[in-house]
């Protein structure tokens, strides 16, 4: 559940189809859920060329693994996408916390 406070009115409303933001667990005192999140979903870039993709984690001090789905079009490390030839591949970047993997992806086209 969000709670939404009008700093206008100073009302406070809650809203049961939207989660509470980790942060607001944690201070709950209820641990939050591990995660990854990448800040884009999908990139275009030459051949040649790089792209940096960000990943938020929880926790944040996960180690982050990176990995492509064709190193040939586009290579990764340490979430820098390197275009190596034209086509598409597909990034994953993933966490693992007590023995289960996370991972959320971005897609990459090569021009």
Known sequence: MKIVEDTLYGTTTSDPRLPLPN??????????????????SAATITVGNTVTIEAT??????????????????SVANGV????DAGTAIITASI????????????????
Do not use: H
């Open 23 to 40: 942060e607001w667990i944690s201070l709950l005192g209820v641990e939050p859920q591990p995660d990854i999140v990448l800040n884009r």
């Open 57 to 74: 984690t929880v926790p944040s001090d996960a180690v982050v693994s990176w990995s492509s789905s064709a190193d040939t079009k586009a």
């Open 81 to 84: 996408v390197t275009g190596e």
């Open 96 to 111: 693992t916390v007590d023995g289960t993997t996370y991972s959320d992806t971005c897609n990459i086209t090569v021009e």
